[in-house]
């Protein structure tokens, strides 16, 4: 590790700390780095409860980050919205891992990778940041910081998932009992199980491998969108089922 990933290590996690945000202290050159910032961090927390990843297209090449240990919460879950800096809210399709796969260097193809795979659930990502200016950060730094996740809210269990029409699920966002979103797909990758999958063998052939109890959520069907202390908020996969939290 060197001297500048293990000065930005150390300040992300007196920032995890104190709640102090700070302001990205050198460029990050490549993406490596950023991965040895999210390791680094991920290393001094525990064992990683997951990894979130989203592309932004069905074609686009994904961004991979650990949920740290701790990160998943069973819906209905409740937080302390007013010591978060921000309250950023994303309903997403999420992925439970039932096999271990250890880490090795050969890739890990799509069959493989899906019979790891358990259940489908849906998924809240609750966001937050330890940057300071976020909006202005460099994206890189964005994702060295876990691409801000704080939570992922555990909600209903979907159990025959490999047969949906992704693009056809219908999503529902309720906001303190109003609906805000309320749309037929929404997901940048239009199919999860593409991202879910790279995540799988990226995790296999570069971080350490997967394991059984671990979650993989996919990218937001929703936006991200950012509320108050005070928010209750529920997100719905129409027929498929839900998820809760407050702040």
Not at 90 to 112: L, M, N, Q, T, Y
């Amino acid at each position: 590790m060197s001297a500048d990933v293990s000065k930005a290590v150390q300040q992300l996690l007196e920032a995890r700390r104190s709640g102090v945000q700070l302001k990205p202290p050198f460029a990050l050159p490549d993406r490596a780095a950023v991965y040895a910032i999210q390791d680094g961090v991920a290393q001094a927390t525990g064992p990683v409860s997951g990894w979130k990843v989203g592309a932004r297209t069905p074609t686009a090449e994904p961004n991979p980050a650990p949920l740290l240990a701790g990160a998943l919460v069973k819906s209905p879950a409740t937080f302390d919205g007013k010591a978060m800096h921000m309250i950023g809210i994303e309903i997403e399709i999420s992925f439970h891992i039932a096999k271990d796969i250890a880490a090795r260097s050969e890739p890990v193809g799509r069959d493989e990778a899906l019979d790891a795979v358990g259940d489908a659930f849906v998924g809240m990502e609750v966001v937050d940041t330890r940057l300071a200016d976020f909006k202005s950060a460099d994206p890189e730094w964005l994702l060295a910081d876990n691409q801000m996740n704080h939570a992922l809210v555990i909600g209903d269990p979907i159990g025959e998932w490999k047969g949906l029409a992704w693009a056809d699920l219908q999503v529902r966002l309720t906001i303190d009992g109003k609906v805000e979103v309320d749309q037929k797909g929404g997901l940048g990758a239009v199919d999860p199980v593409r991202p879910l999958a790279w995540m799988i063998d990226h995790a296999v052939r570069h971080r350490g491998g997967i394991r059984a109890s671990q979650a993989i959520t996919t990218g937001s069907w929703t936006g991200l969108r950012y509320y108050p202390p005070g928010t209750r908020a529920r997100g719905e996969f129409v027929g498929l089922g839900s998820v809760e939290a407050s702040f």
